[in-house]
């Protein structure tokens, strides 16, 4: 058995008609890609719930899936008929049936982020048994460890624990920096997320890794101050939670920022300097980690 992907090219305001079309016409799926992904050019967009739809790149690529026996021609002849886009680029490629548990397992390889600590996903052994191995799944919340962001926060908790320390891990995703915390000496561990399905997330992840770390939504949040306080938020949301987030830092506790982009340094750490001394930002490719000490 095969499928043919067809690959249409699309601007931002025709992306969505395109794949709702092609999928009315007889797609078995459709999705849509930023044209420019793992370029320079490439667009990062989280879609944080709350904010409004980012919805689509620039310039997009609509990948839709058919029986491999459909006729091309009709396919682009209907598409244009019901969306009155003529002439729209295109291209086509014949896919053997395969394992898709296998393919998609294949893309995600335990990830290093220091020889002693690493992210396994649950059907790989982990590469060095001594290390501390966070055991994930990649699944619905954001944070697998892939994204330079969650890699910068880890690798500073990693530097930066000490046990006896209490941490709050703001913007949990996967729960994936509340476990290496936790797992990294931390006496007590607290995850919040506005995102339901990422505080259900963290709480299966703690509990595969057997560590103990409780996730709460905002508004269910305990009381607290804590020794570190880490967030990998969008700089918008950091921006707006700067006097909270303050608030649940003690004097002389430290406070690790990401989900900044390079060119927004500037902007964050202003904020910030109101509360923390803030140290010398550290950079992966187009992201920034911002930390600070509470004055
Ligand atoms: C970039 S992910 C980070 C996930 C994980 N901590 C990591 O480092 O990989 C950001 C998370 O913050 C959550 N989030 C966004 N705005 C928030 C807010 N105002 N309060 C709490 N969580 C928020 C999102 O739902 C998302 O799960």
Redesign the pocket.
């Known amino acids: 058995m095969a499928w043919l992907s067809l690959k249409i090219e699309a601007k931002d305001n025709t992306a969505e008609l395109i794949s709702d079309s092609l999928m009315d016409i007889g797609a078995l799926s459709a999705i849509i890609e930023d044209a420019n992904a793992e370029t320079p050019d490439e667009q990062p967009i ?1 879609g ?3 904010d409004p739809p980012p919805g689509i790149w620039q310039q997009n690529i609509v990948s839709a899936l058919f029986d491999e026996q459909i006729i091309v021609k009709d396919v682009m002849r209907s598409l244009a008929k019901v969306t009155g886009l003529q002439d729209l680029p295109y291209s086509t490629e014949i896919i053997q049936e395969q394992d898709w548990v296998r393919a998609t397992q294949s893309q995600f390889d335990p990830i290093r982020i220091r020889d002693d600590l690493w992210i396994v996903p649950t059907w790989h052994s982990a590469p060095n048994p001594d290390a501390l191995n966070i055991v994930l799944d990649p699944g619905l ?5 892939s ?1 330079p ?2 890699h910068l ?2 690798a500073w908790l990693a530097d930066h624990i000490k046990n006896e320390d209490s941490v709050l ?10 476990i290496a915390a936790k797992k990294l000496g931390a006496a007590k561990v607290i ?5 339901e399905q ?1 505080i259900l997330s963290s709480g299966f992840n703690a509990e595969q890794n057997a560590v103990d770390a409780k996730f709460h939504l ?1 508004k269910d949040m305990p009381e607290g101050i804590y020794d570190i306080v ?1 967030a ?3 700089s918008s ?1 950091l921006s ?2 700067a006097p909270a987030l303050a608030k649940s830092c003690k004097p002389q506790g430290q406070i690790a920022l ?2 900044i982009l390079r060119e927004q340094t500037e902007q964050v750490s202003t904020i910030y300097t109101q509360w923390f001394d803030m140290h010398p930002p550290i950079f992966m490719d187009s992201w920034v980690l911002l930390t600070g000490t509470k004055r």
Not at 169 to 178: K, V
Not at 191 to 195: F, L, Q, Y
């Open positions: 989280f944080e719930p709350g919340a954001f944070g697998t460890g994204h962001t969650t926060c880890m891990d703001y913007g949990c995703g996967s729960g994936i920096l509340a995850g919040t997320d506005i995102d990422a905002p880490v990998n938020i969008l949301a707006v939670l990401s989900g």
